[in-house]
């Protein structure tokens, strides 16, 4: 999609990626073996996002917990499937210190708009980090057109049409999180992504 490197020198670079993919799979093993990874119980217990426990409990760190935590065995494929895809792309144009920082802030800005527009839902996954990367690749395909290939434009572009369908027809999906997501990736690109890194 990105005219960068090869593929093989684009995945040395993207150590990042592989350490959350490993975390996200062991917490998943964990959690499906202490209670199920679609137990409400088990998910508030090892830090999915819950609004009214941030607030009344302080238990701030849920913000960040949940981007590692996913709700049965589709919902962990196709993320770990889409950070496989996309996470390396973005890590070899930002590097892994500032990947590793913006992956972090567009998962706790997706949960925030959770936090404010869906206050009762319980909520997890790395949906609004991902959704944070296709707002890395909107902002390429806005401010650095030239990076990317006319069938990489074609592909992204149905790729987010796709998934902001699906996020808006499906009521087990957290609006609030893909398009907080989209939005945060976005705009942190214009100081993640700069000219010189390219």
């Not at 993320?79 to 802030?105: D, H, R, T, V, W």
Request: no cysteine; hydrophobic share 50%; net charge positive.
């Amino acid at each position: 999609m990105i005219y960068l490197h090869k593929l093989k020198d684009l995945y040395r670079r993207a150590k990042v990626t592989f350490i959350f993919l490993v975390i996200i799979v062991f917490y998943f093993i964990f959690i499906a073996l202490n209670g199920g990874t679609t137990n409400t119980d088990a998910l508030i217990k090892y830090g999915a996002m819950f609004p009214p426990y941030v607030l009344f409990y302080k238990e701030y760190y849920r913000f960040i917990s949940s981007i590692f935590i996913h709700i049965g065995l589709m919902h962990i494929i196709f993320n770990s499937y889409a950070l496989y895809i996309f996470g390396p792309q973005i890590e070899g144009l930002m590097g892994s210190k500032k990947y590793l920082l913006f992956f972090l802030l567009t998962g706790i800005g997706g949960n925030l708009t959770t936090f404010i527009f869906n206050f009762k839902s319980v909520s997890a996954g790395a949906s609004g980090s991902l959704f944070g990367l296709l707002g890395a690749f909107l902002y390429l395909l806005h401010r650095r057109p030239y990076m990317i290939t006319p069938e990489g434009r074609r592909s992204l572009l149905s790729l987010l049409g796709i998934n902001l369908a699906i996020t808006v027809v499906s009521p087990s999906i957290s609006t609030t999180a893909h398009l907080g997501g989209l939005i945060i990736g976005y705009l942190l690109s214009y100081i993640f992504l700069k000219e010189k890194n390219y």
